[in-house]
């Protein structure tokens, strides 16, 4: 098994080593995908729900179990640290398949294909707001705000004004018919930079996207009924929009997710296929640089602003479909689960973290609170998983060199089931503990009036 698991790696490493410069963005390694995805549909921006969250364009992502394209809805998202912005995902043209290059968190705006997502994402770095110290401004001419509960806003329309035309939904870079934007120096050095990867919220809402039937495209042929989304996997909420223009589908009869390539492997993320990257790069800060913006994916006073930056997610790639292979660092020759119990040992092996559904509250402020807090939480468990899960991997990796035995592999397993088991139980109790505290006081019947005093009848 040693042996397969090497070969495999120096496979991918001399894949890797054959594609172009700019390969040092996330790629996805799977199944051969041939045809590219459907245009991006046109919708409305949903109104902004607070202040701290930011605008994450919706892009088709690819479903190896049915060998089709969904459509992950656009959503607001809660950053996951003060400074850092969103770089989306987009598909490039790999020489003879297309590739899937995953989007990420970061300090700076990197690559996304030249891809035309609009609000504030026109193709080349953002245009929707800016960080301002710790707060972050929105540029009311590229997002829905209401200007009554966020004040922190400026307006600036000059990408708007000088962009006005040469508008496409075109969704993929590269290819026939595809965006031959390339990237910068600037954009090829941000990918070496660091990454957050999707936070549980947005974990959650690809994978929500990814279950829904009707988000296919071959089910919805390229107009999703739900476009875009006021908060994270929130596809039942009153805020939800349908596309109002869809793009065309027209996938061949024996489509890409009947031809699994080679071995399978995968590198931090895995999505649609991989292979040789030829219109793919890393990511970068913005030049004032860019290109146009669909009318129809822009707010009734749309525009622009350009300082903003992002970066790559390293692993944990929420897009990938459950038989995809994982990451080389995190599963790497893992000692089988000796525990016997269908208890999850470790971190990975958790649910992800989902939204508790808000107490009955009366006040909309108050709500809205509590939907914060329980972001900032979900996030805050996220990367204490991590950090476990990182140590837990480093326990395997020593096991390894010391060619330990089997009775040494299930003690250390054991330990790693326990220390998961205390995790989760930790991580529920916070739940209830947020949830106790925004519980309305029970209300409070009035006391019964006291017994009046019957006087005795006097007998005549």
């Not at 869809?246 to 071995?263: E, L, V």
Request: with cysteine.
């Amino acid at each position: 098994m040693r042996t397969i698991h090497w070969v495999r790696w120096l496979i991918l490493a001399l894949v890797i080593l054959g594609i172009s410069p700019r390969s040092n963005a996330q790629v996805s390694f799977g199944v051969a995908i041939t045809f590219g995805p459907p245009e991006l549909p046109v919708y409305e921006q949903p109104l902004c729900p607070a202040e701290g969250y930011l605008w994450t364009p919706g892009y088709w992502a690819w479903d190896d179990d049915y060998g089709d394209y969904y459509w992950v809805p656009g959503t607001w998202v809660m950053a996951p640290q003060v400074g850092y912005l969103w770089t989306p995902p987009y598909w490039g043209w790999g020489g003879n398949r297309y590739v899937f290059y995953d989007g990420y968190w970061g300090r700076e705006i990197g690559f996304y294909g030249g891809i035309n997502y609009g609000y504030g994402y026109s193709g080349r770095g953002y245009d929707g707001g800016r960080w301002d110290n710790d707060r972050f401004y929105y540029n009311r001419a590229a997002n829905n705000i209401n200007t009554t509960n966020i004040t922190n806003v400026y307006n600036n329309t000059t990408v708007i004004n000088n962009n006005s035309t040469n508008v496409t939904r075109v969704s993929y870079n590269g290819g026939n018919g595809g965006v031959t934007a390339q990237p910068t120096s600037r954009e090829q050095a941000v990918a070496h930079e660091q990454h957050i990867p999707p936070p549980a919220p947005q974990v959650q809402h690809i994978q929500a996207a990814r279950s829904n039937p009707e988000l296919k495209a071959s089910t919805n042929q390229g107009k999703p009924p739900v476009a875009a989304t006021p908060r994270p996997a929130a596809f039942n909420d009153r805020g939800v929009v349908p596309a109002k223009v869809g793009g065309h589908y027209t996938p061949p009869p024996n489509r890409g997710g009947n031809s699994a390539s080679g071995n399978n492997a995968s590198g931090n993320n895995s999505q649609g296929n991989a292979s040789n990257n030829a219109n793919n790069s890393a990511n970068s800060r913005p030049n004032n640089n860019n290109t146009a913006r669909p009318d129809s994916n822009r707010p009734p006073n749309a525009g622009n602003n350009s300082n903003s930056n992002i970066s790559r997610p390293a692993d944990n790639n929420p897009n990938r479909p459950p038989n995809a292979s994982r990451s080389g660092n995190m599963n790497a020759d893992r000692p089988p689960n000796a525990s016997g119990s269908n208890s999850p040992v470790h971190p990975r092996d958790l649910p992800p973290p989902t939204r508790q559904p808000a107490p009955n509250m009366s006040n909309p402020k108050t709500e809205q609170r509590y939907n914060q807090q329980q972001d900032r939480l979900i996030q805050k468990q996220q990367q204490e998983r991590q950090r476990v899960q990182q140590k837990q991997d480093q326990d395997h990796q020593r096991l390894q060199q010391q060619q330990a035995d089997a009775a040494r592999q299930q003690q250390v397993e054991q330990r790693h089931q326990q220390q998961t088991q205390q995790l989760q139980q930790k991580h529920d109790n916070q739940q209830q503990q947020l949830q106790r505290r925004y519980e309305p006081p029970p209300s409070r019947q009035p006391p019964p009036p006291p017994p009046q005093d019957k006087k005795p009848q006097q007998q005549h």
